[in-house]
């Protein structure tokens, strides 16, 4: 079977947010759940459109991206397979703060406000999962004002690879995005980011192959960016 004919059930219990529910439940959000295939660079929702649900990954990368009248577009953010997005918006029931593209072809699960709104009010062990995964996006976020107010260039872009590393010895990422799209999630310019790619990249910290990024050693990245 294909991935593009797998039932939505089945893809909703390979999802860590709806994978511990019960059949019966997981078949409650899953009729009603919708199918979005992008191909890249297509947009899912745009900034200001009435929040819909949660959004789940199930293959390729979303980006989010935030334009302000000061700073223009700049990417807060990419959403891999099996995270999920928009749930703060959908809470406040106010209107999407950020535009959602595909960084590649992808499918995305949309699972519509009022369906999770029921679900948590049947499940509480549902709900107390949607508060744990919010609560761990609050701290990251926080993590990264601390990261982006005292970091040097090269400490944010070493934060930044250590955290798709998740505590591994090595590091082979290929960017979902363009270079120019992690330099502004990074509050780095274009240049800026290019220099300390080279600067890590002839201290043999790290090695660039186009997209790709191969990091030896993630335990001596850190420790060499730590005292920048």
């Known amino acids: 079977m294909g991935r593009r004919d797998i039932t ?14 019960d ?6 959000l899953a009729a009603e759940a919708l ?31 935030s ?14 397979p099996g995270q999920s997005f928009g749930e703060p918006v959908m809470f406040l029931e106010r209107s999407t703060a950020v535009e959602a593209q595909a960084a590649s072809d992808a ?5 519509p406000k009022v369906c999770v709104f029921a679900e948590l009010d049947r499940n509480p062990k549902f709900a107390r999962q949607m508060i744990a995964g919010l609560s761990r996006r609050v701290e990251a976020l926080v993590r990264e004002l601390d990261r982006q107010a005292i970091g040097s260039g090269s400490a944010r872009l070493a934060a930044y690879l250590l955290r798709q ?19 502004s999630q ?21 090695q660039v192959q186009g997209r790709r990024i191969v990091v030896p050693d993630t335990q001596r990245l850190q420790q060499a960016t730590a005292a920048r």
Not at 67 to 80: F, I, K, N
């Open 165 to 183: 590393a998740h505590g591994a010895p090595s590091l082979t990422l290929t960017r979902p995005v363009a270079k120019g799209e992690v330099a």
């Open 35 to 65: 199918r979005h295939r992008l191909k890249r660079g297509e947009v899912l929702f745009r900034k200001g459109e009435p929040a819909a649900g949660i959004y789940v990954v199930v293959y390729g990368d979303i980006k989010l991206i």
């Open 107 to 111: 499918l995305v699960l949309q699972v």
């Open 67 to 80: 334009t302000t009248p000061a700073r223009g577009s700049r990417l807060t953010g990419t959403v891999g």
């Open 186 to 206: 990074l509050n780095l310019s274009p240049v800026h980011f290019s220099r300390i790619l080279h600067d890590l990249a002839e201290a043999g910290l790290l």
């Open 23 to 28: 059949s019966t439940a997981r078949a409650r």
């Open 8 to 21: 939505t059930t089945a893809l909703l219990a390979q999802l860590p947010l709806f994978k511990n529910l």
